[in-house]
Structure formats: C-alpha cells, structure tokens
C-alpha cells in the first residue's frame, strides 16, 4: 500500500510497532503505551519531510490511528479492519491472571490462511501465529483510552471494512462510525472479496485506491478554502 501510494507521489513511512515483526516473546514484554511511542517517533520523523501527514492503521493499528489523531497534527485518517471492542471482552483482571498460566493463545480457531481470498499473498505473509495473552491485556487497554478519545476525533476519517471479514467482524465500523460525533467528514466503505488484512488480500487495489482518492478529495478541499 506504501508503494502504491509512494508512486501516487506519497512520501510513506511504514511504522513497525514495539513487539511487532520480531518474536511473540518481544510481543509480551511491549505495553500499549510503546505502541503509542512507535507511533509519535515515526510521525515525527515523518514531520521532517512533510507537514500535511495522514494517519492509516489496519487492525490494532486503525484504533492507534484513530486515537494518535487527537494528540497529533494530522489531516485526515484511513483506518482499515479497525477493531472496537474484543470479540470475547473479559475483565483486565481477568486477563492477567489468565496470562500467568496461558502465555499463549491461538489468533483462530480456524485454519491458518483460511480467512484470505489471495492464498498466494497469504503465502508470504509476516504474522505470528498465536497471540500473547499478555497482550491480549495490553490491546484492552488500548481499546479503553480508543472509546474515551473516539469522540474527540476532529478530522475527516475513511473507514473501510470487508463485510467477509471474519476476524474481526464488520459491525465493528459501525460501532466506530457511530462514535465518530465530532468528525468533519466521515465515510465508510465495505470491501467484499477480502478478508481481514485488507491491504494485502485479493480486493487490495481496491483499498489502495479508495485510500488515495481519500487524500486527494481531502487535500483538494482544503485547498479551495
């Protein structure tokens, strides 16, 4: 999606989160707010090259999109297969206790690939295969400080979501959508053909596309004021 972006004339800065693309043993030691940090080193990196900047996020990274939006000078949003709430949503409590007899659980009860449309790209697709519970703890916290910002989301947001999502169900946009009270401009988009990993499955340039239509609707407008 970078790349795609990148040759629409994007400068793009692809942010990998503390835990994320190294080992789930990395994964238990992150806490939220590390993710958050990820996000503020990479943005202000960014502000060095540009100082119009778009925030966009698949999954847990929709809802640190979302939520960095109100605590950073950006234009607009692109969350993509945002989660709102855990599809079981026990206690934190709970939680921890489970985590010091469970390190791990497995991301589904389904066959791993089975969820994607494009078997070729899940081939090579980066993931680990079980989630910390640890971190399970960790993203809830997330998901609290998320709702408390949701309201104060201020700039136009893109929310797109493939309705074959199984992994994370679509009526998580619109819980998201309804939340929205403040935005300038929102718009949701339903993807179908796809699973969760909506920038890598087969309906992809679809949401490439959408995604920059989005940013050049948005920088459009701003510049007939």
Known sequence: MGEYLHQQGYTCLGV???GHATRPEDMIRSRYTDWIASVEDSYHLLRGVSDTIFLMGLSMGGVLSLLMSTRLEVKGVVALSTLSRLPTDYPIWLLQLVSLVMRYRPKTKE???SGWFDKS???DHVSYM?????SVVELKKLIIEFHK???KVNVPVLLMHSKDDTYVLPENMEHIYAGLINAQ?????????SGHVLPRDAARQQ??????????RIESSKESF
């Open 121 to 123: 790209a899940y081939k």
């Open 111 to 113: 066959t791993p690939g």
């Open 130 to 134: 079980k989630n910390p519970v640890r």
């Open 207 to 216: 949401v490439f596309q959408s995604a920059s239509e989005f940013i050049h």
């Open 185 to 193: 401009d929102k718009t949701k988009l339903y993807i179908t053909g």
């Open 149 to 151: 910002a949701l309201s």
């Open 16 to 18: 990998r989160l503390a």
